[in-house]
């Protein structure tokens, strides 16, 4: 049994392989042997699609050529960079790893496994691609293109999203993976997964591992690689209310251990289901503050949309424009501050808020 599973795995590897040096992908940062280069792909890139990070990347390059060069930039100058690819913690993490490499590596990307592993927002699968792509060491990648490759010529039926299904999966990449020349492997098995043995409709009938394919010859190719069931994604439902008056708007940082930390955004009232303008425009902050202000209010109809990984925010937005902010009431002159339009381009706004401002032309109403 030990010498037929070593035979097919060694079928398996030397057929991607072949296959890999005829149906290589283009890519930026594809080849590429800077860590720092490849580490800022890679976190770009998780729960990215790579058309999506493809300009990011780029910009990230011209803008911070070396690690060296993104520690010493402003926190809100890289988050604004980052604007619109979501998961802020990722920025966040990023900036914190750019950081400990300049002060406990000075400015050198590590070339050791545990300690790329050690940094802020990298996980085994990063720290793999890293030490793999960059300096050649033999640790496999393991992402869902690789999971579920594996699941389907191997007949793996355990669940790629569990403990025990994490750690076979893991042990089984590093068994195939050619340990002699790791990052093209690694490419490999990638490439294979992103284009041939995709989600939906794998392109079974040209596939060089169709004979040996436990999925094909089973007919399981669409159950195979099995995920338990994920947590009830929760609803949310915001109510910005856009405060502005004489150019100016008022916003403040978010803090604390929900979404979008350090992003930047309007009053916010939050519901467990959107009440009607009518009856919301009676709630006592929102009341006092038109009445106060003899204000002009503007709703607007359209409920904009943000799915999180186990969250769906929807919003909407009310926009008050103000004579005076002296009758504000005390919340808002307290946590919130005024901004001119020009200084709003400076501040990173989650992609929802992002969405409403290009939507209502927000920049120039605001003068």
């Known amino acids: 049994m030990i010498a037929d599973q070593a035979k097919k795995n060694h079928l398996f590897t030397r057929t991607l392989l072949r296959w890999e ?83 406990e590596h000075q400015g050198k990307f590590p070339g050791i496994y545990e300690h790329i592993l050690a940094l802020p927002g990298v996980g085994e699968y990063t720290a793999a691609a890293i030490a793999s792509f960059a300096f ?14 594996l699941a389907r010529f191997f007949g793996i039926r355990e669940a790629v999203n569990n403990g025990r299904g994490k750690k076979i999966f893991a042990s089984l990449a590093q068994e195939v993976l050619e340990k002699k020349n790791p990052a093209v492997w690694n490419q490999a098995i990638m490439d294979f997964g992103a284009t041939v043995c995709t989600p939906q409709k794998p392109d079974c009938t040209t596939c060089l591992l169709q004979k040996d394919c436990f999925a094909f010859q089973q007919k399981m190719v669409n159950r195979l690689p099995i995920k338990t069931i994920r947590a009830k994604v929760i609803k949310r439902y915001f109510t910005y209310v856009v405060i502005s008056g004489r150019g100016k708007v008022y916003i403040h940082k978010r803090s604390g251990q929900d979404i979008w930390q350090n992003l930047y955004e309007f009053p916010l009232f939050e519901e467990n289901e959107f009440s009607e303008i009518s009856e919301f425009l009676q709630k006592k902050a929102v009341h006092d503050l038109l009445h106060e202000n003899s204000t002009k209010c503007f709703p607007s109809f359209r409920i904009y949309k943000q799915p999180l990984t186990h969250q769906i925010i929807y919003a909407r937005f009310l926009h008050i424009k103000i004579k005076t902010s002296q009758t504000l009431p005390k919340n808002i002159q307290n946590d919130f501050f005024p901004v001119s339009t020009g200084e709003l381009k400076r501040y990173a706004f989650p992609k929802i808020i992002l969405e409403y401002m290009i939507d209502t032309n927000f920049m120039k109403n605001l003068k």
Not at 36 to 51: F, N
Not at 61 to 81: G, H, M, N, S, W
Request: charged share 25%.
């Open 21 to 103: 040096k005829k149906n290589t992908r283009a890519m930026p940062w594809k080849g590429e042997k800077d860590p720092y280069k490849i580490w800022l792909s890679e976190i770009i890139l998780q729960q990215t699609r790579v058309e999506q990070g493809k300009p990011y990347y780029e910009r990230f390059i011209q803008k911070y050529p070396t690690v060296t060069d993104l520690a010493k930039a402003e926190e809100q100058e890289v988050f604004r960079l980052w604007q619109g690819l979501g998961y802020y913690n990722r920025c966040k993490n990023m900036l914190a790893a750019a950081h400990k490499i300049v002060i």
């Open 136 to 149: 050649g060491l033999p640790y496999a990648v393991v992402d869902g293109n690789v999971q579920r490759v």
